[in-house]
């Protein structure tokens, strides 16, 4: 197997990308990018750090993301398993990179950027829900922001209903913690109670 190892070579494969491809390249969220990001409920936020890359999802029914000016978003970080990858990357390489998803939309929006984390307390009560604040919140300089052409949503069929019949039989969240716990977490109990202890923990 020959493995390509230039840009050259890469460049003979694919061509170079037109207009369609450059010409939306912006280096800060005009109108159009803003009204997407102030719509989508659903991102995924890449980070790098020491250990390496990490690639985690976000999710907000109440605003994801906050503009706060052309070249600032604010993104604050929601209840979830305190793992903190992101947050940890963040704090010790601002590198990110963002794709942001609306139900329904073949595009995807993509942020490339530099992040900072805060936990200022009256940025935080300004995102408060039900109460709940965030820990944090991250604050990303736009470097670069573009949408992604629609062939790879496309594609997989994400938004067709039909591919939700995708996820049955799967493993259960509950059964892949047995197995990997040796029977520390039991499959039923973890599975049964998840939505009550989800819903009373959501923010």
Request: hydrophobic share 40%; glycine share 8%.
């Amino acid at each position: 197997m020959r493995i390509i190892e230039t840009i050259a070579e890469l460049e003979a494969i694919y061509g170079i990308a037109n207009l369609a491809s450059t010409g939306k390249v912006a280096d800060h969220v005009t109108d159009a990018y803003g009204r997407i990001i102030e719509a989508a409920p659903f991102c995924a936020l890449a980070t790098v750090g020491p250990e390496g890359l990490d690639c985690s999802p976000r999710g907000d029914a109440f605003g994801l993301t906050r503009i706060q000016d052309r070249k600032t978003l604010l993104l604050p970080d929601r209840r979830g398993n305190n793992r903190i990858d992101s947050i940890r990357n963040m704090v010790r390489d601002p590198r990110v990179a963002l794709m942001y998803l609306v139900p329904g939309s073949g595009n995807a929006l993509r942020v490339n950027g530099r992040a900072m984390v805060t936990a200022d307390q009256a940025l935080r009560e300004s995102f408060s829900v039900e109460g709940a604040l965030p820990r944090t919140v991250a604050i990303i300089t736009v470097d670069e922001i573009y949408f992604q052409c629609a062939r790879a949503i496309v594609r997989s069929r994400l938004w067709d209903p039909a591919s939700q019949e995708l996820a049955k039989g799967l493993p259960t969240p509950g059964q892949i913690l047995q197995t990997m716990t040796r029977g520390e977490i039991q499959a039923e109990p973890y599975d049964t109670e998840w939505p009550q202890r989800a819903a009373a923990t959501m923010w």
